[in-house]
């Protein structure tokens, strides 16, 4: 068995408050900004592969483009807006494409909003936790 470190102790800074570092008053140099950031990127080869019978992979392109708010200074919620392409294919009716955006905008409702927690932990500044909200953006590019 080897020697046993002393574990380091709480941070010193004026702005950590208790142990565990959790900002009580609001300072000047912790969560200075909110945060927005537009990401658009191919999920196929991200999530999932699809290959041919003869073992060669094939090629896709699932072009996904979302946007995140992290109101880290000024909320408490993190929202994710996902975008979606507003466009029915042949065969599907006006109706059928209502329903399947409100099928769409129920089931993120039910099963990812307020289902998720974001945590950021700062040394200095502490930790601030944020819940995940997801919004559906409708688009037609």
Same mark, same amino acid.
């Given at each position: 068995?080897?020697?046993r470190?002393?574990?380091s102790?709480?941070?010193?800074?004026?702005c950590?408050?208790d142990?565990?570092?959790?900002?009580?008053?609001e300072?000047?140099?912790?969560?200075t900004?909110? =945060?927005?950031?537009?990401?658009s990127?191919?999920?196929?080869?991200?999530? =999932?592969k699809?290959y041919?019978t003869d073992?060669?992979e094939?090629?896709y392109?699932f072009?996904k483009k979302y946007?995140?708010?992290?109101?880290?200074?000024?909320g408490?919620?993190?929202?994710?807006?996902?975008? =979606?392409k507003?466009?029915?294919?042949?065969?599907?009716?006006?109706?059928?494409?209502t329903?399947?955006?409100?099928k769409l905008e129920?089931?993120?409702?039910?099963?990812?909003?307020?289902k =998720?927690?974001?945590?950021a932990?700062d040394?200095?500044?502490?930790?601030k936790?944020?819940?995940?909200?997801?919004k559906?953006v409708?688009v037609?590019?």
């Amino acid at each position: 068995m080897g020697a046993r470190n002393t574990p380091s102790p709480p941070s010193s800074d004026k702005c950590a408050a208790d142990p565990i570092k959790k900002t009580t008053t609001e300072c000047p140099k912790c969560w200075t900004d909110d =945060f927005e950031k537009n990401i658009s990127v191919n999920s196929y080869g991200r999530y =999932f592969k699809k290959y041919k019978t003869d073992g060669t992979e094939y090629s896709y392109n699932f072009p996904k483009k979302y946007k995140i708010l992290a109101p880290v200074k000024t909320g408490n919620k993190i929202t994710v807006e996902v975008r =979606f392409k507003d466009e029915a294919q042949i065969g599907v009716s006006a109706a059928d494409a209502t329903a399947g955006k409100t099928k769409l905008e129920n089931g993120v409702n039910t099963h990812w909003n307020s289902k =998720f927690t974001l945590e950021a932990d700062d040394p200095e500044c502490g930790k601030k936790s944020f819940s995940v909200e997801y919004k559906i953006v409708l688009v037609n590019y």
